[in-house]
C-alpha cells in the first residue's frame, strides 16, 4: 500500500490544487462499511458526516444490484430497458401526485442546471430568486445562483439576473421571532416587484428547504408556504433542491418540501439516490416536461443507464427494507435531544437544529452578540477526529458543526458522539469550556 506521503506527493503534482482535504491531518482512508470508515492503519473512525452514502458505506446490496446490472447490460435511455421505466416508476411513487416525469443526470449540478433550463424555458425568462447563502452546485451557471461561492472567497459576486433574499435563519438572521417567516416572504414580494417594475418577469424560485451548506437551517414557519405563493402568482415556478435533504433524511418526512409543507414544480435529486454512484434526476410535471420538448432531443450519454438506474433501485428498497427513514427519525431525535442537553450545559452552543439525521450545531463566543466561533468549531471538528469521529463544519461563517450520517446511524452512534463532544468541551483547562 502506498505511503500517506507518497499519495500526498502525487496529488501536490496531479490534482488541481482547487481541491481540498479534510482535517489539518488528512486521512488515508482504505475501507468503508455501514457507518464506519477504516484508514490504512486499521482504525475505525465513525462516519458521522457523509450523507451521499446514505444507506452506509458499501452496501452489499447497493454492490450486488450494480455488479449484477454490469455484467448483463449497460447502454443508454435510447434503448427500451425495463430497468430503468421500473426506476422512473419507484421513484415518481415516492413523489406526490403530479411529480412524475424524470430527466436522469450525473451529479446534483447537473440537476440543477437542466432544472433552471426547464423554468427558463417555460417562463420565458432568467429571473432567479435565491436564498442569501445556498449553495446549488459547481457548474457556472450554478455558481452564479450560489452566493456561499459567488460571495465567498473567489467570487465575482452574483449577475443582474440573480435575486438573493436574506438568509431566513431564525436564529442569526435579519428577521427573528414569531412573525420572521412573513418577514422573509415579504422580501421575495419585493423582489418580485423589482423584477415586475424592471418591465421583466420572474423565471425560478430555486432553494432547498432545509439549507444545507447555509448551516442546516430550519427556516422560520409559513416562509416557504408563503413565498412558493408569491411566486406563483407571479407566474414564476419552484424548485426544491433535494440534493442533500431527500429519501427519508429528514424522519418524519421522506422529502425535506413536505417539512415545509408545500409542493414544488421541479424537484432536483442526487447525492444519496446513488449511495455514491453517479446518479441523480429532475422530476416535474407533465406540462412542465411537453414545454421543454420543443424538438431539441435532451441526451444524456451516462444519466439514467441501465446500471446506475438498477442502483437507484436498490437504494430505494434498502431504505424501505431497513426502515431507515424510522431510524433517522428516532436516532435523530435521540441525538438531538442529547445535544440539546449540551447545550444547555456549555455557552458555547448557541443553537442546535434539524430534522432527523440532518443536524447542526451552532457555535457562537457570547449568546448575546451571537458572534460566530468558527475557529472554535473547526477545533472541536479536529478534536473529533482524534476520538475516531469524523464531522465537518459549514454555514456562511463556519461556525456550524454538521452531523449527517449514513442512515444506519445507531443510538449507540449518536450516544458515542455525544459523550465525546462533552468530553472535549469540558476538557479542564479549554477555552471552550
Ligand atoms: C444543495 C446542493 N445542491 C447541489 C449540489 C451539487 O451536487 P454535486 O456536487 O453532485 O454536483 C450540492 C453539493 O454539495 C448541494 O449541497
Known amino acids: 500500500m502506498q505511503s500517506k506521503d507518497s499519495i500526498k506527493k502525487l ?114 425568462s432568467k429571473e432567479t430568486i435565491v436564498l442569501d447563502g445556498a449553495y446549488h452546485g459547481h457548474l457556472i451557471s450554478l455558481i452564479e445562483i450560489s452566493p456561499y461561492k459567488h460571495n465567498g472567497p473567489g467570487g465575482q459576486g452574483a449577475p443582474d439576473y440573480v435575486h438573493a433574499v436574506p438568509m431566513p435563519d431564525p436564529f442569526r438572521g435579519k428577521y427573528r421571532g414569531a412573525d420572521a417567516g412573513s418577514a422573509y416572504a415579504q422580501e421575495v414580494k419585493n423582489i418580485l416587484d423589482k423584477i415586475h417594475n424592471s418591465g421583466k418577469q420572474v423565471s425560478a424560485f430555486i432553494a432547498e428547504s432545509i439549507m444545507g451548506c447555509g448551516g442546516q437551517l430550519i427556516p422560520p414557519a409559513d416562509f416557504f408556504s408563503d413565498a412558493f405563493q408569491l411566486v406563483r402568482d407571479a407566474g414564476g415556478l419552484c424548485i426544491a433542491d433535494e440534493v442533500q435533504i431527500g429519501f427519508g433524511r429528514m424522519g418524519d418526512h421522506y422529502w425535506g418540501f413536505e417539512t415545509q409543507d408545500v409542493t414544488p414544480d421541479i424537484v432536483t435529486l442526487g447525492k444519496s439516490m446513488g449511495n455514491g454512484h453517479p446518479l441523480s434526476a429532475v422530476v416535474t410535471t407533465r406540462e412542465i416536461a411537453d414545454r421543454f420538448n420543443n424538438g431539441m ?21 434498502v431504505i424501505e427494507e431497513e426502515k431507515l427513514q424510522h431510524n433517522a427519525l428516532e436516532v435523530g431525535d435521540t441525538l438531538k435531544s442529547l445535544l440539546t442537553k449540551l447545550k444547555q450545559k456549555y455557552a458555547i452552543i448557541g443553537d442546535v437544529r434539524g430534522n432527523g439525521l440532518f443536524l447542526g450545531i451552532e457555535l457562537v463566543k457570547d449568546r448575546k452578540t451571537l458572534e460566530p466561533a468558527a475557529a472554535e468549531a473547526d477545533h472541536i471538528v479536529n478534536e473529533m477526529k482524534e476520538k475516531w469521529i469524523l464531522l465537518s463544519t459549514d454555514g456562511p461563517d463556519h461556525n456550524v458543526i454538521k452531523v449527517k450520517p449514513p442512515m444506519v446511524f445507531s443510538r449507540d452512534n449518536a450516544l458515542s458522539l455525544v459523550k465525546s463532544l462533552d468530553n472535549i468541551l469540558s476538557f479542564p483547562g479549554s477555552d471552550l469550556e
Do not use: M
Not at 482535504?21 to 457523509?50: C, F, M, R, T
Not at 443526470?105 to 442546471?113: F, I, V
Open 11 to 124: 496529488r501536490d503534482i496531479h490534482l488541481s490544487p482547487s481541491f481540498s482535504l479534510s482535517y489539518n491531518e488528512p486521512l488515508h482512508i482504505v475501507k468503508g462499511q455501514g457507518q464506519y470508515l477504516y484508514d490504512a492503519d486499521g482504525n475505525q473512525y465513525l462516519d458521522a458526516v457523509n450523507n451521499i452514502q446514505h444507506v452506509g458505506h458499501c452496501h452489499p446490496k447497493i454492490v450486488e444490484a450494480a455488479a449484477s446490472q454490469y455484467q448483463k447490460l449497460n447502454t443508454n435511455t435510447r434503448y427500451l430497458d425495463e430497468t430503468i421505466v421500473n426506476y422512473a416508476q419507484a421513484l415518481t411513487q415516492k413523489l406526490p401526485d403530479g411529480l412524475d416525469v424524470c430527466f436522469f443526470t450525473n451529479s446534483g449540478s447537473e440537476s440543477n442546471d437542466l432544472a433552471l433550463r426547464l423554468a427558463r424555458h417555460f417562463t420565458s
Open 297 to 317: 432531443e435532451y441526451f444524456n450519454s451516462i444519466g439514467g443507464n441501465p446500471v446506475s438506474c438498477a442502483v437507484g433501485q436498490a437504494v430505494l428498497t
